[in-house]
């Protein structure tokens, strides 16, 4: 952890869902650092196990919880139990999400739906949660990972529609609560080297390396000093969107 004079999330609690890997996992280690509580939420519960173990190990403060985001039981329990553990919510990191970057004639319609669930839905559910107890706390912030293909066009077509959904409802919930004294910030990467392209079918991951070449990627931790630098600005201060791409990636 940093030096305790210098973190600047002391006192602040965080709840990262996608954190079992990739940009969630090195954004809950980045909050950790600077002082946050982080509450870590994904499906596969050994793995937050183990990064809260390493987080606790440099001396922060973790708390692990399997949800699944699609499921609105499990996204509002998860927002409870965060409640009920650390009695207040400031950062809400919506980091979890899938895709399957092909396009629409190449995506099936089981695959249309998960992206729908876990990208638009599984976005909703803990934002949904959340509100109330920042509404009472009169502040808070909500961070959407959203994606470069959310504002620009990719040839991933149905990825793409479910991350357009994510931005433009970012900054439109922006626009709704900001008088609430609750930020929104959108968080828009070109590719950032992950596990994100392992879960997609062998083709399509074999025509998404093909694309990305020996292209130099984002790291998930140039993600994480973004959403950094988004959740560390003064309480006047909206950072609405962060566009964040490989310096070679068109
Ligand atoms: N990698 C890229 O090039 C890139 C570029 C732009 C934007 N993004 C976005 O960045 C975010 C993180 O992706 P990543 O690159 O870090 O990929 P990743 O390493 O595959 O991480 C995805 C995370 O989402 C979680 N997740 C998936 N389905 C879930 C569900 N139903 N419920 C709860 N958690 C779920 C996974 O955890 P479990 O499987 O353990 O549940 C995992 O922690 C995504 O929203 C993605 O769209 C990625």
């Not at 729908?116 to 909500?142: E, S, T």
């Not at 399509?204 to 984002?218: K, Y």
Request: charged residues 20%; aromatic residues 4%; without cysteine.
């Amino acid at each position: 952890m940093n030096n305790p004079a210098n973190r600047r999330l002391t006192g602040r609690v965080a709840l990262v869902t996608g954190a079992s890997s990739g940009i969630g996992e090195a954004t809950a280690l980045t909050l950790a650092a600077e002082g946050a509580r982080v509450v870590i939420a994904a499906r596969r519960m050994q793995r937050l196990i183990d990064l809260a173990d390493r987080i606790r190990q440099s001396g922060g403060e973790a708390r692990p919880i399997e949800a699944d985001v699609t499921n609105e039981t499990q996204a509002s329990n998860m927002v409870r139990d965060t409640l009920e553990a650390f009695g207040r919510l400031d950062l809400l990191l919506n980091v979890a999400g899938i895709g399957v970057a092909a396009p629409f004639q190449n995506t099936t319609t089981a695959e249309y739906r998960q992206m729908v669930d876990v990208n638009f839905l599984g976005l909703l559910y803990p934002i949904h949660a959340a509100l109330p107890a920042m509404k009472r706390q009169g502040n808070g912030h909500i961070v959407i990972v959203s994606s470069g293909t959310g504002r620009y066009i990719h040839p991933s077509t149905v990825y793409s529609g479910t991350k357009h959904a994510a931005s433009a409802m970012a900054e439109s919930l922006r626009r709704e609560i900001g008088k609430d004294w609750i930020r929104v910030t959108s968080i828009e990467p070109g590719a950032v080297r992950t596990e994100f392209t392992s879960h997609m079918r062998d083709e399509v991951r074999a025509s998404v390396e093909q694309r990305l070449g020996d292209m130099v990627q984002l790291e998930s931790d140039d993600v994480a000093a973004a959403i950094l630098y988004a959740v560390t600005q003064p309480p006047h201060v909206n950072v609405n969107i962060l566009t964040i791409y490989p310096t070679q990636q068109p």
